[in-house]
Nanobody, 126 residues
Framework: QVQPVESGGGSVRPGESLRLSCAAS????????VAWFRQAPGKEKEFVAA????????YYADSVKGRFTISRDNPENAVTLQMNSLKPEDTAVYYC???????????????????WGQGTQVTVSS
């Protein structure tokens, strides 16, 4: 099974920016919802942002709204997560997930996505 592949993680200081990229699997991508989740040590996986591929509608967790932007690059079948004004509490492993048929009420639930990338580490520390 083809899975999405994340890239772009790293270590930055508070207030700096990072850009994550997710190369989608390429199958029926126009039907996809692509989402970013993150998991900090000792915590459960939490929703960060999602985008509907066809409509480009976007959804964000309250904790990142106004700082993070999710978008898609059609020719590359890639979804990017631009993260600005990073805070230490943004430190986590960030995962890209994709699936078809994700209804709006389920878009923030990790269990509703069945194709996951391996994750990329983001560390925000002074």
């Amino acid at each position: 099974q083809v899975q999405p592949v994340e890239s772009g993680g790293g270590s930055v200081r508070p207030g700096e920016s990072l850009r994550l990229s997710c190369a989608a699997s390429g199958r029926a991508v126009s039907q996809y919802t692509v989402a970013w989740f993150r998991q900090a040590p000792g915590k459960e996986k939490e929703f960060v942002a999602a985008i509907r591929w066809r409509s480009r509608h976007t959804y964000y967790a309250d904790s990142v709204k106004g700082r993070f932007t999710i978008s898609r690059d059609n020719p590359e079948n890639a979804v990017t997560l631009q993260m600005n004004s990073l805070k230490p509490e943004d430190t986590a492993v960030y995962y890209c997930a994709e699936d078809t048929g994700v209804i709006l009420s389920s878009i923030r639930g990790a269990s509703n996505y069945h194709s996951w990338g391996q994750g990329t580490q983001v560390t925000v520390s002074s």
